[in-house]
């Protein structure tokens, strides 16, 4: 009798033990797709902010070293928060890669952004005579 309790505790704790790891598997996954969604709203916001920057009247005739540099101080706060949400997310979807290769990542794709306003507005210039 005692052989058959004991199997039987034996076969509960696996089956506790199994549902405890599926869940956090499920937890896992939810909180992989929360942490992705902040990075693209982080994304979102630090583009529209950089958009605005684009528009303002105050960059007609700057050059594009001077527009760059405006660039890359505007939106702090946006740009900061796009930073942390994708180290977030790059740390929750690769838990195995070291910290500061996802750091380079998010610094990457910020300054990839900044790149890309800074191309756009020189493409829109009109020529310089």
């Not at 760059?68 to 740390?91: F, H, K, M, N």
């Not at 838990?95 to 750091?103: C, E, K, Q």
């Not at 990457?108 to 952004?113: Q, T």
């Amino acid at each position: 009798m005692r052989m058959l309790m004991g199997a039987a505790l034996v076969m509960m704790t696996s089956a506790a033990m199994m549902a405890s790891a599926v869940a956090d598997d499920d937890d896992a996954k939810d909180g992989a797709k929360g942490a992705q969604k902040l990075a693209m709203q982080g994304r979102d916001d630090y583009w529209h902010c950089l958009a605005r920057e684009y528009s303002r009247d105050s960059n007609q005739g700057l050059s594009e070293q001077d527009f760059g540099r405006s660039i890359a101080g505007a939106c702090p706060s946006e740009r900061q928060y796009y930073r942390v949400a994708l180290l977030d997310y790059l740390t929750m979807q690769y838990p195995t890669i070291d910290a500061g290769a996802h750091l380079a990542t998010a610094n990457r794709a910020v300054e990839s952004a900044q790149k890309d306003i800074v191309t756009a507005f020189v493409k829109r210039r009109p020529p310089q005579k």
